[in-house]
C-alpha cells in the first residue's frame, strides 16, 4: 500500500507530525512503514512525501488538496491499484464522479473512496463540502474526520475500516 502526502505547507506539517503520521499509518495498517521520501510525478511541478507498507493492499492513500489527487491520478501509478483512497475536500461539485470516470480510463476496475466531507460555513457565507484538517485528538498531526474514523476502525482490519471511513464514490452524477 502507498501512503502520498502533500507537501503544501498546510498539511505536511512538520518533522513531528511526519513521524506521527507514521506511526498512525502502521496503527492502521498494522505493518510498519518505511520512511517518507520525496518524489515527482510526471511533469515534476508538485513533489509528494510517499511511504509504503509491504501488505497484501493494494492502494493508494493520499493526503493532499482535491487538485493534486488530480494530479496523481494523471499518473500512471493509480493504473497499478485497485483502490484510491482521497483524503481531501469535494469542494467542486460531482468533482469526485469526474475523478473516478478519469481513472476508470485507466483502471476499469477501480475503487475509488473519498473522505468524508463536514459541511462548513466559508466566511462569504455559502456553505460547502469540506474536509478540512483539524488538531483534535493526540494524534500528533492534524486529523480529518476519516483519517479519525479510520483509527477508531483499525482494529476491524484496513478494508472494513476503509469502507467504514469513507465514502464509495459512485459512477453516477449526483449519487
Sequence with gaps: MYF????NPDIIGT???????????????????TPWK?????DGRTPFLLCNTVDNINGIYITAHNYEVVEICRTGMVSEVDFLAANTCVYTENLDTDILWFLREKN?????????Q?????SDHVFRNTNT???VGTFGFMTSKSDRLMYKNRKKGFE?????????VSELYGV
Design 4 to 7: 502520498l502526502l502533500s507537501t
Design 15 to 33: 518533522r513531528e507530525n511526519r513521524m506521527a503520521r507514521l506511526k498512525f499509518i502502521n496503527d492502521i495498517t498494522g505493518v510498519v512503514p
Design 38 to 42: 520525496c518524489v515527482k510525478f510526471h
Design 108 to 116: 476499469k476496475n477501480i475503487r475509488l473512496w473519498y473522505a468524508k
Design 118 to 122: 463536514e459541511i462548513e460555513l466559508t
Design 133 to 135: 484538517l483539524r488538531d
Design 160 to 168: 472494513i475500516a476503509l469502507q467504514l471511513s469513507f465514502d464509495k
